[in-house]
């Protein structure tokens, strides 16, 4: 299966696998938050636009909402993140992801940039 990789700007990581879009926290986003100590997820989105709230987080250096890079149908959340947002300050895309997207617009996709 081809995997792509994006970033956007307030700290995503975006991992194209196959049809869907996996969406995380990249470096550059957990820099900017310090250690996650707290998340909400809006566990009740069908679908995300562009710049709506994905996650609630409260970091050491920062409490803010981390906003969608991109437009899709919500395929599944992160649920353990409620449990444990620790897994958001790993370095790990198995333990630091938030949500996938499908019916994504490539182009939306390609828009985002390729290194952190």
């Known amino acids: 299966m081809e995997q792509q990789m994006r970033y956007s700007e307030n700290g995503l990581w975006v991992l194209k696998e196959g049809e869907n879009y996996r969406i995380g926290l990249s470096e550059k986003g957990q820099d900017d938050l310090g250690e996650v100590m707290f998340v909400e ?22 409490v803010t909402e981390l906003l969608s890079p991109l437009t899709g149908v ?5 649920t353990e993140l409620t449990d444990d947002p620790e897994k958001l300050n790993s370095t790990d895309k198995k333990d630091n992801w938030i949500l996938e997207v499908k019916d994504v617009e490539p182009d939306a996709f390609k828009k985002l940039s390729i290194k952190i």
Do not use: C, I, M, R
């Not at 636009?49 to 409260?58: A, H, T």
């Not at 919500?74 to 992160?78: A, K, L, P, R």
């Open 41 to 62: 997820l809006p566990n009740t989105l069908a679908e995300v636009k562009e710049s709506d709230v994905l996650l609630g987080v409260e970091g050491a250096k920062a």
């Open 74 to 78: 919500v395929v599944q959340f992160h």
